[in-house]
């Protein structure tokens, strides 16, 4: 999840809206209107006998109906230390064989209703997601049941997942970025199941069909899931949809310990992982974080952006823009339910790899010191609102939001707050969780490059660990 939520921050990174963010209006053309807020939906709640707690938001517009069902606590952060990233072939099994029907003929069931269904994992939970035309809106919600309620993990399947992940995990191991990320994440987190989620051979290999249903039996209870349902669909309908696929899930055995609470702070690291012959350097630098509903979180989010969360940030403005160091370079906050983590990373050339470390470290300091400019927040708010809203245009898109927050601890009212949060944002607020969470002297440094081109400049860091992996 971790490596998705860096791409993630990349891909925004170089969004052509960011681009020209700070671009003056070309002469002539009308001036920005003023931000327009998100809609606030009106969202139907219920919560079954079961335990499982429904949210219908009814939208006008296309005849589509998508569903997201959120079980909290089944990914990442369940899986033990001898398992890591399980959860991911276990969200991944799901649709691949129920009781009833093989993968083909869930797919073709899912097709013939103009939608599709599939699972994903989180640190959180796991999210399945559905979606149909309207017209299909009862057999859609009975095929997510089926799937959710009773996969068969079929041998020939989990075989075949076990093949792919190895071979996923062989050629990721080829890339310098996937391992600077399971090597900062370690240094973070520790052995906090936070940062568990990239597996290994050994992890892939134990994989069992009796491994999955046992866990499956576990980690998918009722009384630990949220349906959202958005589109089309009079709440009525949706709700009496949702008690007839849904309410005689019941849970087994006793509920999954909560996650505990992740590091708050973390001895900073000096890992050197050698690559031979290589012509560029993979940094992270890292630190403990917050949770996602902690007393930081929205000033934090803003601080992020302006220091590395755009192609118009100051990281990828001074690495890429003014040093060419770098294609793109980023830095922020990633928060889970119970903690976080501060990253940021860069692929650049070995000669400049002590130079970047000094940039980034330079950049921290600085957004820690200095109020931010009035103009500088006001085009970081603006992108970060349009980002939302753009986000949340779409139905699906409103209905995977209510989920995911969900999962980490935030309110359904959140989705209509998260804008005028921002914007109430101070400079004075920015300069202060700037310098609590990305203060230089708390960074772990990871490097993964060859020790014979960059291992004289690393000295003025610290002493690094060498390591193959």
């Not at 079954?48 to 109906?65: A, D, I, S």
């Not at 969200?91 to 994903?120: C, F, H, P, W, Y």
């Not at 057999?139 to 989990?158: C, D, G, I, K, Y």
Request: charged content about 20%; overall charge positive; proline content about 7%.
């Amino acid at each position: 999840m971790h490596k998705l939520m860096l791409a993630l921050a990349v891909s925004l990174a170089f969004a052509p809206a960011a681009a020209f963010a700070d671009a003056p209006a070309p002469a002539g053309m009308p001036s920005y209107a003023a931000d327009k807020p998100i809609p606030v939906p009106k969202i139907a709640k219920k919560t079954l006998p079961n335990g499982l707690t429904v949210w219908v938001v009814p939208r006008q517009g296309l005849p589509r109906v998508d569903y997201v069902l959120a079980i909290r606590g089944a990914g990442f952060a369940a899986d033990d230390p001898a398992h890591p990233a399980f959860a991911n072939m276990l969200a991944g099994l799901l649709n691949e064989g129920t009781a009833k029907r093989d993968s083909r003929a869930i797919a073709e069931a899912a097709q013939g209703m103009g939608g599709e269904v599939g699972a994903s994992p989180t640190s959180d939970g796991i999210l399945i997601q559905a979606n149909a035309l309207s017209s299909h809106a009862a057999p859609m919600m009975q095929l997510l049941a089926e799937v959710t309620r009773s996969p068969s993990f079929p041998e020939n399947e989990v075989q075949l997942a076990k093949a792919n992940a190895l071979q996923s995990l062989r050629v990721s191991e080829t890339q310098p970025a996937f391992r600077a990320e399971r090597a900062i994440s370690k240094a973070v987190y520790g052995d906090h199941p936070y940062g568990r989620t990239t597996p290994t051979v050994e992890s892939i290999n134990v994989v069992t069909q009796e491994m999955l249903r046992a866990e499956h039996a576990k980690r998918f209870r009722p009384d630990r899931a949220l349906l959202v349902i958005t589109g089309r669909i009079k709440e009525a309908e949706a709700m009496k949809m949702a008690q007839q696929a849904f309410a005689d899930w019941k849970a087994s055995g006793p509920a999954l310990t909560e996650t505990a609470p992740a590091p708050a702070a973390a001895k900073p690291a000096r890992i050197l992982l050698q690559r031979d012959g290589s012509v560029q350097s993979a940094l992270r630098l890292g630190s403990p974080g917050i949770a996602a509903s902690a007393p930081d979180q929205i000033p934090l989010r803003l601080a992020s952006t302006i220091l590395g969360g755009g192609f118009s940030s100051r990281i990828n403005t001074n690495l890429r823009e003014e040093k060419g160091y770098t294609y793109g370079a980023s830095a922020g906050a990633r928060m889970n339910r119970a903690g976080g983590a501060i990253v940021g990373g860069a692929e650049v050339r070995n000669e400049v790899t002590a130079a970047s470390l000094n940039e980034y470290f330079s950049e921290y300091k600085r957004i820690g010191a200095e109020p931010v400019p009035a103009k500088e927040m006001e085009m970081n708010k603006r992108y970060l609102a349009g980002g939302y809203l753009l986000t949340n245009q779409l139905q699906r898109g409103v209905a995977t939001t209510l989920a995911s927050n969900w999962l980490v601890g935030l309110p359904a009212e959140f989705l209509g707050q998260y804008v005028p949060l921002i914007q109430k944002v101070t400079p004075e607020q920015v300069r202060e969780v700037s310098k609590k969470y990305f203060a230089p002297e708390n960074q772990s440094i990871v490097v993964v490059g060859d020790q014979k081109a960059v291992g004289e400049q690393l000295k003025a860091f610290g002493e690094f660990t060498v390591s193959d992996k």
